[in-house]
């Protein structure tokens, strides 16, 4: 079936390219117009505008927005409401806030337009592994988009069936599933990433406490000095820990076990902060979630004022100086 | 090659299983006569005692223990050692506490003994998909086991081969490792238990916000009813959090979306416990492994002396009496 | 000076009693009458409505409004701002959120009525102890608004001085502070009442170890049974854990040092969550105040969505089953 | 009455000092000859060596071990046993791990000699405030101290009475308790030691969540710059957060709001560490007692390796680099 698809950045090119490889037929566009000739050159219809992209779509249009959350993706499902007809439908596969999706299929409605949010998973990796999707919005709209979705996904592939399933929604089974209405995709999404926090959290101390055990500040007898490739690949294995995620690790460490090449300054994007606030909202002692948050924010920082209070209190009261501390 | 298994539980006795079918050659003893009798039904050779099992291995002996970690492993390890000659091996395949085994290595070497320390995972579906091993000990005692250790682990199966491992050791693509000198095998085994418990609590946490999410403690357009069996398995297929726990989840949840049948009153085991201490030990912030650990602990309680502590501050200072307070 | 108050419960009533003793003359109104009537027998002079209220002020006209946060406030205020003239002050003593105050402020800014807000801590103490206020507004309001606010405020007292103040802020000393425009009295408090939950909390687990140190899973020569109301009461003299909320709580353990009037079961206001999602807006790791807040969450549940999914793993992977675990 | 002190440094000089000002006698020796002839000085006995300050005190002796916990206490009590007599007392008075009270009371008490152990908070204020103590050891033992006890310990000054102690035991409201057998002195001045970094961790994020509340990541009409001195001040006055901590900090602000002196690396001593590790040994979910350690572990690192591994996956999967992250 035929796709718009507006946003051709790494997640939405690739989107486009499996669409394609798939047989489906996609319009697209992106402000860099160096973006959509690469997409053109490989085959694909290249919009002039968002005006021109709708009008290159038959009714009833799908139009898959692939941009940046907040303003980007805000001022273009706006425009593409004022393009688009009853009937069509705005898809929204970027990391937008669940809140947001509510009140823009609110706001939608009216129109007779449908909003259908997207919640994808598979980053870099998508176009050959597919796309994990969690899908928000009507029945109607999700069902009409089925094609496209089942493309996108992965597929059963090799992975083992989970026993018990049958007469539970197939649709899992391939990578995609209708979550819910407008909003619901994403917040499965957002769940997904803060709970992707979480393990990579506790990886990440595990491995921290095996790399710190050849310390001098530990007992001779009681130090090792451990091999992170090999122990993350032996985990890979039959053992309980075994993820992508660990793979993944593996793949590192086999380049480089110091990871010498990453500064330790780790990044996070709204949806970990996001699910901390859904867990506050829910009155859920989300307790790793959300110390695998903080532990970002602190990555960032060098010293905090909160520190430097805490040495202050120590000197004050017990005439502790840090500054010749040894570490 | 020849070995000998005390301790013929559920993990000992498939040990012996998958040895066998391997083509090796097990003495089997247990206290428990019916044990011993069932593997020696399946073709094994029963011992009497463990006099009687050192007496039918040929020099160099070896021999694995896998009983509950303290008493019974202390025991049968001492046991052992006034049986065994230099040369002989012990090895000890239980959830011992790494500094136990540096001790014993200590005593046993002036004997000539070698003491060899297993961490072993894979639980129940172990005689299937193989035992993922951590291994302490020397080189020579280690390289002798060879034969046993590579028939225990899973081998290279279908799991795709991480780039880049050139030139690493081969075995940590067949699913054991050996990770240093005595009790480094328990050590890196303990931290993957470590790991394990904060991976479990990332998944209950977001499952707990996702379940949660149709409260109605929340705004009536902002709540929705979340199909848990689904969200797990799409979440297998190309999501960044994909791992085997998650297929273990999605099993679960498959069969009870409601997990009715489990109370909630979770165990936790010594290698939890000791990997908060290692990193108390090494001062590294292991905030999420301790998180879930302490979670486990609060799941088994009523109400702490704590929270009690906290409703009296609350009564004392602005008169607030929890008694009908509304959850 | 004359003050309107509108509310009459614990807080609202003794603010007024206390601005009375000091002189100030009060005029009264709550939505129960017989409130009206028992501050009125006190002396008071008692409103009819909230037009009569103001009707009874003299220009520029100072009402504070001492009700619960949300609707009760946010009706009222928007009543008194139809009812009163440029000049006149509207003073939001409750627990309101800040980002309320701010757009109340804005609303109100072009009518000419200053909204002040004052973050109110002293609960059932605050009449003998007095109020500590902190305060947003624009500085001509709160400058006007002095004279109440260094009668409700608890003065210096016999608390000794801080070295080094001189040339800062005296009314600091006097127990009340201009901390900056609208919303900023509120934020303060709020997070002043953040840091309340993560001082409980330290006490709480404390204590609780020093309880559970009688434990019969502890060695025998390793356990005490120790005496909570006399540890609690020895550490208010002297020691570095001195502070109010232990004088507190040497009272509640000496009444009953088991306290098994509380249930254990913890009630968390607005504040506290206010504060976790003000930390994440910062990028802010606030372990401490945000595990005080899940302990909160968690006192108030049986057993979790996410600890049976614990146990569903546990029972997958290893065959647990947590049925017959012993605590 | 009389007393050995054996250690001359800020804490013991200044418990002979106490002593001396209340009349009680005492030797004391240390091996810097300079911090003896400084308190014979000022009129206390100087000793020459350990042997030369056990034969000058009369028996029953008594001797307070003021030195740093591990091998330099553990040396002296060792030679105190060998110079002593049956019914003579050794007294630890520092920073002991209290099983190895245990295991030393277990030792001398065949020899008859009465092992107590004194933990003390005070810091540098004791000298003038008086000393807080947490006493293990015999009834007879701590009942023959008294008088040098009392003497140490603050009293009541000025400090309101809690009701309804009545019939406690009034040593608690002159500030010293008998807490149990060898090793519950030290055990609950531990549990102290661990409060206090709970309760410093509470403060330190609470502040800097209003330091960092003029942030411009916040929308700027929700930025506030505000004065921490003067909350710091304001909060010392019938505030539920007035602690002796939060004014020890009130004059650190006071001196310097940036706190500039302070590099922001905060030292941890065994207390806390031992705090978190019995908490494990009682499975209490001690969270923000071990959050506020993790916190000063990881204020003295640069990055970890456990960041760099987050990044290192956040590469794998989604090809981020945090390499030109703005932070």
Request: glycine residues 12%.
């Amino acid at each position: 079936m035929q796709l718009g698809v507006v946003g051709l950045g790494r997640m939405g090119g690739n989107i486009a390219r499996r669409l394609a490889r798939a047989g489906h037929s996609c319009v697209v566009w992106d402000r860099s117009t160096s973006a959509v000739g690469e997409l053109a050159g490989e085959g694909m219809a290249g919009a002039a505008d968002l005006a021109d992209l709708v009008s290159k779509l038959a009714a009833p249009r799908a139009v898959w927005v692939m941009l940046p959350a907040g303003a980007p993706t805000e001022e273009t499902v706006n425009a593409l409401a004022g393009l688009m007809s009853p009937g069509d439908i705005i898809i929204d596969g970027g990391n937008t806030f669940y809140k947001d999706d509510i009140r823009r299929a609110e706001t939608l409605e009216p129109q007779g337009i449908h909003y259908v949010d997207v919640g994808t998973s598979g980053g870099v990796w998508g176009l050959e592994r597919g796309y994990c999707m969690m899908i928000g919005g009507t029945k109607e709209a999700v069902d009409h988009l089925d094609p496209i979705l089942a493309a996108l996904a992965p597929g059963k592939g090799n992975i083992p069936l989970t026993p018990g399933r049958e007469g539970r929604d197939p649709r899992a089974e391939q990578g995609y599933i209708h979550a819910g209405p407008a909003g619901a995709g994403h917040f499965v999404k957002m769940i997904h990433n803060g709970i992707e926090y979480g393990l990579m959290q506790a990886y990440a101390e595990g491995f921290e406490i095996l790399k710190n055990k050849d310390s001098t500040a530990l007992p001779a007898n009681e130090r090792y000095t451990l091999n992170m490739p090999d122990i993350a690949e032996v985990w890979r294995r039959g053992s309980v820990v075994s993820s992508w995620l660990l793979d993944l690790t593996s793949i590192a460490l086999a380049k480089d076990e110091q990871l010498s090449a990453f500064p330790g300054e780790v990044a996070d994007s709204g949806e970990g902060r996001w699910t901390v606030m859904a867990a506050v909202e829910e009155a859920v002692s989300a307790e790793v979630l959300t110390a695998a948050l903080y532990t970002r924010f602190r990555s960032r920082q060098d010293h905090t004022f909160g520190e430097k209070m805490l040495s202050a209190m120590r000197f004050q009261f017990g005439g502790h100086t840090e500054f010749k501390m040894d570490k």
